[in-house]
């Protein structure tokens, strides 16, 4: 079993739409959950972070963990053409390690 | 406020050859992590530096692979006699000391090998 699990995708979705984005994970010693957006050719960019369970808004994004089911969201509100591009979601490894444990990403695609 | 740099942004070597990518740190973050993109595949750790210290490098291949992040400079991944399954794209990102979650990636290096 794979430590962060997500659907590929592609979605598409039409512009105003409602997105929502999920992966599961394995392991229940992980604390930090991230999600990044990485545009066509270019390097992932960080939208958010969380702690532990609960939600975190920023704008027209909110990133929920449900540490009791071990998945994570992300949900996006009136979409926009701009937000077309994958999302990765990731945690962070435990211990003294630093590293991000990534999911295959989401493709989205919002039409206008 | 510069992001991570990395250098060369397209890199093309012959089976055989060594490549070195570059990648010089946000101002201020001394903790270095690189990471490999495969095509239709998720971004793998490789290695997590700090200055002249290699902290982790669990995900790096046994062979031919090598990192460094000296005192001064900007951090370098060496691949020595590259083989076409090294093609891929080589992100590198950087952190604050203690402040893990906030890691900024480069615009990553995609290095062909033909």
């Known amino acids: 079993q794979k430590e962060v699990e997500q659907d590929p995708g592609p979605l598409s979705v039409p512009e105003g739409a409602i997105v929502s984005l999920n992966c599961t994970y394995s392991?229940?010693?992980?604390?930090?959950f991230m999600w990044y957006r990485q545009y066509s050719r270019k390097g992932p960019e960080l939208l958010m972070y969380?702690?532990?369970?609960g939600n975190k808004e920023d704008g027209r994004f909110t990133a929920q963990v449900d540490k009791s089911s071990k998945y994570i969201s992300l949900f996006i509100r009136d979409s926009q053409p701009s937000d077309s591009a994958t999302y990765l979601c990731?945690?962070?490894?435990?211990?003294?390690?630093?590293?991000?444990?990534f999911g295959k990403g989401t493709k989205l695609s919002v039409k206008p | 406020n510069a992001g991570v740099m990395q250098n060369p942004r397209h890199l093309v070597r012959r089976r055989g050859q060594e490549a070195r990518l570059r990648c010089s740190p946000m101002?201020?973050?001394?903790?270095v992590y690189w990471y490999r993109q495969l095509p239709e595949e998720g971004l793998k750790f490789m290695v997590y530096?700090?200055?002249?210290?290699?902290?982790?490098e669990s995900g790096m291949p046994k062979e031919r692979f090598s990192a460094e992040f000296p005192k001064e400079g900007p951090s370098i991944l060496r691949i020595q006699q590259v083989v076409r399954g090294d093609s891929a794209a080589y992100f590198c990102?950087?952190?604050?000391?203690?402040?893990?979650?906030?890691?900024?990636f480069g615009q990553g290096t995609r290095l062909t090998v033909v």
């Open positions: 530096l700090q200055k002249e210290n290699i902290i982790d």
């Open positions: 990102a950087s952190s604050p000391p203690g402040i893990r979650t906030e890691a900024f």
């Open positions: 990731a945690t962070l490894a435990g211990g003294s390690q630093g590293n991000l444990i």
């Open positions: 969380t702690y532990s369970s």
């Open positions: 101002k201020g973050h001394s903790h």
């Open positions: 392991n229940s010693a992980f604390q930090y």
